[in-house]
């Protein structure tokens, strides 16, 4: 998905980022990736298009998790590049969420507030087996 280029191409009505189904294919299940169409022309990166998706949803911390591994599983890299790709991906994570713990901090998700509503732990679950989906196909790779 890219956000920046859909807002200035004016692909999102009445100028609203927060109008961008992106949210809501992912949420159904539809595997996306966050990503650039021309760094140049639209003078964003892939941190920007991170930084835009966080600042205009409710994007859960385990969604761009899901995002980014998609970006990887999705990618028309062979299967040895995704493999250490992937690899690299895990220990990123792994040291950043351990950071993110050693800072007093006892949510297993980086962003979650606390409390979760009945509809929360829905999503939570449907995100579980989101990942369990990319962990199979890791695996499988």
């Given amino acids: 998905q890219n956000i920046a280029s859909n807002w200035r191409?004016?692909?999102?009505?009445?100028?609203?980022?927060e109008l961008h189904p992106f949210i809501e294919?992912?949420?159904v299940g539809i595997p996306i990736t966050l990503s650039t169409d021309d760094e140049g022309m639209f003078h964003t990166d892939i941190a920007n298009e991170c930084e835009i998706a966080i600042l205009n949803?409710?994007?859960q911390y385990s969604e761009l998790?899901?995002?980014?591994?998609?970006?990887?599983?999705?990618?028309?890299?062979n299967d040895?590049?995704?493999?250490?790709?992937l690899a690299e991906l895990d220990a990123k994570f792994e040291s950043f969420?351990?950071?993110?713990?050693?800072?007093?901090?006892?949510s297993s998700d980086p962003a979650d507030p606390g409390t979760e509503t009945e509809g929360e732990e829905m999503e939570k679950e449907a995100e579980k087996e989101a990942e369990k989906e990319v962990e199979d196909k890791k695996?499988?790779?």
């Fill in 9 to 17: 191409l004016n692909v999102i009505r009445d100028d609203d980022i």
């Fill in 25 to 27: 294919m992912l949420r």
């Fill in 57 to 59: 949803s409710d994007i």
């Fill in 65 to 77: 998790k899901l995002v980014s591994y998609t970006s990887v599983t999705a990618s028309f890299a």
């Fill in 80 to 85: 040895t590049v995704k493999k250490a790709l």
């Fill in 97 to 106: 969420e351990a950071s993110y713990k050693s800072d007093g901090a006892d």
């Fill in 139 to 141: 695996k499988d790779s």
